[in-house]
């Protein structure tokens, strides 16, 4: 409960801590209004934040397809996850995760009472999952990746590695993840992979059109930016002034408020516009800017090259998966290595790091190379689908007891 008084006591100064206190007031009172009108046997699904609902999307579609007669509640750790996914239809009930503790996880357990709960990739919360292990409910972590840095293998992480063994099976993304928990003799372990690929397969099948797009990229060699940064955009405009006029720059900066925006403006001056303005205005621009959210998986089918942004941050590149399905090569900048798929993907030959804008200029003048990067990128996708698929035969088979 630290981490609670932690946040009250920087709401008044911290717009997301604010969201983060002012979102969970009344809580149970919401949950217990709304789950009174709905008399379905429910299951659970638990996400961080926007990230992981995006891993954990393909399985909550599965689940609305196959089990229709269950009800699905969602909750979110983060405000930047359940304040863009309130009202989502991958749901049918979605709210904050109540604060960790005994008190809480009783209380919403008793209100839920969810035939099964799901968390995904990296949510280990003591008492919600030692409730849950008491009241002989199966829990499943899936699209889950250990790492030595974690505290599970530290002389500290006892408490940790507690945890683990409170749920019925853990779901993981590769080997070594495997190899890390057979250490601690934690045995309920299945490779699935990562159930963001089936997800960007989904996405890359829905086939949506942006005319604006395709008339600002029309004739154009167009540089799709994902989640950048400030230092993303710096980079792209320098690399932009030397590169001649056939090529183009759609930028999505990782924040869309209106002083992010006018700050990626300032580093373009006299080019720029904004993706939703006149299409005559789209046609004299060389760059636009995408201000809004939730378009940008679509928007990576009009890219001749893609920069995937955060590479200059501690935290590391975003979502690489998401332009590699469209068969795009990728580029970012030198921190990626916390992300499997990012290693992989420049192991394969289908990205590449680049920390300077002089380098990008170079790559982007090779065109027979860039189109050998995007067939590559389309292998590796090929070769990590069906999550999503093991996720629920296991959910069927052990947990829903209906076959698939």
Not at 143 to 162: D, T, V
Not at 235 to 255: R, T
Not at 294 to 314: D, E, I, K, P, S
Not at 318 to 336: R, S
Request: aromatic residues 12%.
């Amino acid at each position: 409960m630290l981490y609670g008084l932690a946040l009250r006591i920087a709401a008044p100064f911290h717009a997301k801590a604010r969201l983060f206190i002012s979102g969970r007031k009344q809580l149970f009172n919401k949950m217990r209004d709304q789950l009174a009108t709905d008399p379905r046997p429910r299951i659970w699904i638990h996400c961080a934040s926007l990230g992981e609902f995006e891993q954990g999307r393909p399985v909550m579609e599965a689940l609305r397809r196959q089990y229709p007669s269950f009800s699905l509640v969602l909750t979110f750790f983060s405000p930047s996850g359940y304040e863009v996914r309130k009202n989502d239809e991958s749901a049918d009930h979605i709210f904050y995760l109540p604060l960790d503790s005994r008190r809480h996880a009783k209380r919403f357990l008793n209100l839920v009472q969810p035939h099964c709960a799901l968390f995904v990739k990296y949510e280990f919360w003591y008492h919600y999952l030692a409730t849950l292990h008491r009241m002989g409910i199966p829990t499943i972590l899936f699209s889950a990746i250990f790492q030595p840095r974690q505290p599970f293998f530290k002389w500290y992480g006892g408490l940790y590695r507690k945890m683990l063994l409170f749920y019925q099976q853990l779901f993981v993304q590769d080997e070594a993840s495997v190899a890390l928990l057979e250490r601690l003799q934690v045995r309920n372990v299945q490779i699935a992979g990562d159930t963001r690929f089936d997800r960007a397969a989904r996405v890359l099948e829905q086939n949506k059109h942006f005319p604006a797009v395709e008339a600002f990229g029309r004739d154009s060699r167009l540089i799709v930016a994902g989640s950048a940064w400030h230092e993303d955009a710096a980079l792209l405009a320098q690399a932009l002034d030397g590169l001649p006029p056939v090529y183009k720059l759609l930028i999505a900066p990782h924040n869309t408020s209106e002083g992010d925006i006018q700050k990626i403006k300032e580093l373009f001056p006299g080019k720029h516009c904004l993706w939703t303005d006149a299409p005559e205005l789209l046609a004299q621009s060389r760059v636009a800017i995408v201000h809004t959210v939730g378009q940008l998986a679509y928007l990576y089918r009009y890219a001749y090259a893609v920069w995937v942004g955060g590479g200059f941050t501690r935290s590391g590149i975003h979502n690489a998966i998401e332009p590699a399905v469209f068969g795009k090569p990728l580029f970012w900048g030198p921190t990626y290595e916390r992300y499997r798929e990012a290693t992989e993907l420049i192991a394969a030959g289908a990205a590449r790091s680049l920390d300077s804008a002089k380098a990008l200029q170079q790559v982007l003048g090779d065109e027979k190379a860039l189109l050998q990067m995007g067939s590559r990128a389309v292998e590796y996708v090929h070769g990590q689908l069906g999550a999503t698929r093991k996720v629920m035969n296991y959910l069927s088979e052990k947990c829903l007891r209906t076959k698939v």
